[in-house]
């Protein structure tokens, strides 16, 4: 091979792996905040593009890679911020955050790209477009669940700030509507033509089926009667939330805020994870100064750490918690996070790395025993998840006993002014609508909201905006279809993808 040709088709090399960081970036910018969904075609045609001109798996492996690094490196940059708040203890570890993530997540789109390339021929490119959507379906499923699992920024995400499509989510579940988008934003991969029908039926699916769902939705007024929640948002920095110096302060605020305006009548006044600081079941004066607030036959809600200590007072076992307090400042309802953040509130393989934990307040967190419905006064029954535990589909409540709305606690302070927030929130209304349940969200920093059973965003608070917002709650919907079978539905569209790739492969031999 002479040196020119060499020299050309490594140019050729860079341009693909550019070009695929690229896809990635622009798959990212379809995502909330931004929600720029026409982004899907160029990033998935262009990257399943890429892939049919990719002669060897190994090939299509690192295309594969670099365009789950471009997306992930780009859709998650904002986790290193938590490692910047002061004292900046963790500043070694931003590198590990900010990069050592998205090369671990790039691994699942490198697996989708190495086994297309690998087991579909490149001549059958409707047996290609349909295997990527399908690899794309396993490996979103994988990446919730493997080693506990990391669900962020599902690609039917996209359709969150978008409330006809994202109906499909009530049925197909997260996971088969984000094989669809894929499916509909490489469709140009087949040509502008049959590319542009396929585009343009699937779109009609989407919107036509749930603007059709969307007519029949209950309106403002379908709200349980004499039911209010007062959302308190108190705008504490990251920084000064665990200062024991400002801890008394964080806590006045909390009160003030809590304070019903003039002719409200709160059923509920709610603040967000570990809105205390200190475990306020063991500090008595606070405990009786927030029972004084809490409304007659209803309950002041509050997400605190809580504690089991030895005999000579030391802490044994911590927990990420909510409690509920009554007016007597009696507790009526207690819960404890379930599904732990990674080096956050646990380590993993504590016994081989030699690491801390990052969150401040506590030495490790343990487990809570799963997701609960409580019941407390004056309220329907409610799923409380707090933080992080509400981005996991199909595992936010109890199925054994259905509440009637979803409470998430939360406190995204750690990630500044950046895109994290308005992510987080969008996993919120992802949920609510695979449950058909309402759903409010009680952030310290925000987005604090009230969500309905249709994904549909009623009231907001701004991020960083320090205020309370007293919501009506919505009555929840009839269970869904992922709602009622939850990853069966999803088992079935691999079933259905799978027989269709099986039909492909032999429609020569027919």
Known sequence: MSRSRRRRERGADWRRTGLAL???VLATGALPPFSLWPLIFPAFSGFLWLLNGAERPRQALWLGWCFGFGHFVTGL????????VPPADFLWMVPFALVGLPIVLALYTGAVAWTLVRFLPADGNSLRWLGFGTLWLLAEWARAHVLTGFPWNLIATVWTDTPAPLQAVAYLG?????????LIGAAFSLGWARGGLIAALGLGLLWGGGMLRLQTAPGRDAVHQGVSLRLVQPAIPQSLKW????????FQKHLALSTPAPGEAPTAIIWGEAATGYPIEDIEPWRAAMAKLAPPEGVIITGTNRYLRNADNQVIQAWNGMVAFDT?????????????VPFGEYVPLKGLLPLQIISQGASSYSPGPGPRTLRLPGLPPVAPLICYEVIFPGAVVDRADRPA???????????GVSIGPYQHLAATILRAVEEGLPLIRVANTGVSALVDGNGRVWSTLTLNEEAALTVPLPLPLNPPPYALWGDLVTLLTVTFLMLSLALLRLRPVL
């Open 405 to 415: 709305w979803l409470l998430n606690l939360t406190n995204d302070g750690w990630y």
């Open 243 to 250: 200062d024991r110096t400002h801890l008394l302060a964080n």
């Open 174 to 182: 997260p996971y088969g509507v984000g094989a669809l988008t894929v």
């Open 22 to 24: 690229l896809c990635g």
């Open 77 to 84: 940059y904002w986790i290193s911020n938590a490692l910047l």
């Open 328 to 340: 007597d400042g009696s507790l009526r309802g207690a819960f404890d996070k379930f599904h732990l």
